[in-house]
């Protein structure tokens, strides 16, 4: 494929969306052509993975709506794009699925073969990168409270201790994935951008 999959992941106001937002900013004014996009990503299954997380629906459960919802996005969004050339930045993926559903019991390597799968059948294959932006939980919660939010915050956020809990697994996942960076996220915007900056722009060297 042309182009190039750049994942951000990070615990619940790690900075995903806001750091996503400039490195397609950065790259669009290096003329890049740049797809900026997020999971969940069809609108109505996004309000009602929401609700289901909302009315306690089982990791079982979440996980299928997430792979169902990944799979129509990769097939109808993200391997044209990527065919296309396009630098195809992406806020959450299955990382994001692997730190809440598999944390909350679903089986680990079932999840993994079935992402594989999910990676393989659409033809999108695994992230070139996947920055992992690491933030204390004491400082993700106060940024979670400090932002003004549309959609109402779902319960996973509503606590430090889930925000640790969260936080340690995706220390984890980190590990255990070699496309993924752990990137230091607590400092000023652009402190975390540049950061970001030195992973991404090995990407595009060879
Ligand atoms: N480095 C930073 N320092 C202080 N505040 C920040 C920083 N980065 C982002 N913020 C603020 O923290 C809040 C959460 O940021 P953002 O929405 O980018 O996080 P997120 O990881 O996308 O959150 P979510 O998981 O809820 O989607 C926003 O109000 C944003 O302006
Ligand atoms: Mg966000």
Not at 114 to 137: N, P
Request: with cysteine.
């Amino acid at each position: 494929m042309k182009g190039k999959l750049i994942v951000i992941e990070g615990n619940d106001g790690s900075g995903k969306s806001t750091q996503a937002r400039l490195l397609a900013e950065n790259l669009t004014k290096r003329g890049k052509d740049i797809l900026l996009t997020h999971q969940p990503w069809k609108k109505r299954l996004r309000k009602y993975i929401r609700k289901r997380i909302e009315e306690d629906a089982s990791p079982k459960e979440l996980v299928r709506l997430f792979l169902i919802d990944r799979f129509i996005q990769c097939l109808v969004q993200i391997r044209p794009a990527l065919k296309k050339g396009k630098i195809v930045i992406l806020d959450r993926s299955k990382y994001s699925t692997e730190a809440y559903q598999v944390s909350r019991g679903f089986p680990e390597k079932k999840f993994e073969k079935m992402s594989e799968w999910v990676e393989k059948i659409s033809g999108v294959g695994t992230a070139d990168l996947c920055i992992i932006l690491d933030v204390g939980a004491k400082e993700s919660f106060r940024r979670l409270k400090k932002a003004k939010r549309k959609e109402k915050n779902i319960k996973y956020e509503t606590s430090v201790k889930e925000l640790e809990k969260t936080r340690n697994k995706y220390l984890k996942i980190a590990k255990k994935y070699r496309e993924c960076v752990l990137v230091n996220g607590e400092g000023t915007i652009a402190e975390v951008y540049n950061r970001i900056w030195k992973e991404v722009k090995g990407i595009f060297k060879e």
